[in-house]
C-alpha cells in the first residue's frame, strides 16, 4: 500500500498464536534478549531458558538459535539451552545431534581486527569483537562515529574482499561464503527439521536473509522491532512479546 508521500506502509500482522508443525529459527540479540550497552552485558535469563527447552522438548528438537553470535556466546547466553544452532550468521553450525560444521576464517579478519582496534584506541566507548570468523566494529556507547565507522568498514571490504555485514550500532567484517538463510537451509535438509515448516523470527538485516529462505521453504518470517521494509510476513514489537508469543506456542502444544 503505497502512502501520501510514496512510502511503502507496511502494518504486518501479530503471527498466529497457533502453528502446525513449526521449525523454529530464532535469533538471538533483539529477540530473545534486550539490546545491552555492550556484548558482554547480555546475561543468561530463567524466562528465555525456560520457554527455549519447553519448546524444545514440545517440538522435538525443531527449534535453532541463529545469530551473529558465536556458538559459544548463544550457549553462555542461553544457559546451555539450545542444542541446534547456527553462529556468526551462518558461519558456524551445529546440528540437532550436536555434530559441529564450521568454516575456516578468512585470514583478512585479522587485518581487520588490527584496522578496527586502532580505530578503538583513540575513540572512547567503541568496542571491538573478535569471534574468528568475523571481526565486529560496536558503536552504541559513541553513536557520533558511526559515519567515520562506515568509511573505514567500506574501505577495509574493498581492500580485502570480507564480507560488510551491518548490524544495530555495529560493523561487521565477516568471512564470506553463507548467511543465516543458507544455515537455515541445511537445517531443514535434516532431521528433526524436515519435518517442520521453517519459521524465522529476527530483527535485523541479517536476519532478512532467513526470512526469505523461510519463505522459499514454504514457511515464513517474523519481524521483531518496528516496521521496515522486509521479507517478513509478520511483526512483534519487541522481546517481551516474542517471549510471550513462544510461551503461548508451547502452551498450545502441550
Ligand atoms: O544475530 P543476533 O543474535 O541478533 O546477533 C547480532 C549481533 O548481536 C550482538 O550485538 C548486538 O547486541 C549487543 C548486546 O545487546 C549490543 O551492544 C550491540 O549494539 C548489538 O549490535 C553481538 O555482539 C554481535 O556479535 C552479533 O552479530
Known sequence: MQTASGA????LPRPPARLDRPSLFLDLD????PFAPSPDAVEPDPRRTKVLRRLIRRLEGRVAVVSGRTLSEIDRISDGAAMAASGVHGLQRRRGDGGRLDRKPDPAVRRAMRAFSDFARTRPGVIV????LSA???FRQ???????A???AEALQRETGLDLQPGVMVLELKTPGTDKGAAIVEFMAETPFSEGTPVMV???LTDEHGFEAAERLGGFGVLVGPERPTAARYRLTDVAEVLDWLEGLAEDMA
Open 8 to 11: 511503502t506502509a507496511l502494518r
Open 142 to 148: 559513541a553513536p557520533q562515529v558511526s559515519a567515520e
Open 136 to 138: 565486529g566494529l560496536h
Open 30 to 33: 533483539g529477540v530473545l534478549a
Open 129 to 132: 569483537e573478535d569471534k574468528h
Open 150 to 152: 562506515l568509511a573505514l
Open 202 to 204: 529476527g530483527d535485523d
